[in-house]
C-alpha cells in the first residue's frame, strides 16, 4: 500500500484511512500477498454506488426544476 501512498500530496497513515473507509464501503477490496497488501477496485461495487448517485441526482435535479417553476411565477 506504499507505493498506493507515493501517489497522493498526503500521509501514508491518512491514505490507510481513506481504503479503509473504502474498503468498508465494499469499493475496493484488500488482499494479502506475502508482505504485501494489495488494494484492487471492485467494479461492481463502483457501478451500484454511481447508479444509486446518479438516482439521487435525478431526484435532486426534479425538485430543483419544479422550485424553479415554483419561483418563476407570478404572484
Not at 490507510?16 to 497488501?37: D, F, M, N, T, W
Not at 477496485?41 to 426544476?65: H, K, T
Request: charged share 30%; net charge neutral; hydrophobic share 45%.
Amino acid at each position: 500500500m506504499s507505493d498506493l501512498a507515493e501517489s497522493y500530496d498526503m500521509s501514508f497513515a491518512a491514505v490507510q484511512k481513506h481504503v479503509a473507509v473504502l474498503e468498508r464501503a465494499g469499493l475496493v477490496i484488500k488482499s494479502a500477498h506475502g508482505r504485501q497488501r494489495l488494494v484492487t477496485g471492485n467494479p461492481e461495487m463502483v457501478a451500484r454506488a454511481r447508479s444509486l448517485l446518479a438516482e439521487f441526482e435525478r431526484i435532486w435535479r426534479g425538485r430543483i426544476d419544479r422550485l424553479d417553476a415554483l419561483l418563476a411565477e407570478e404572484p
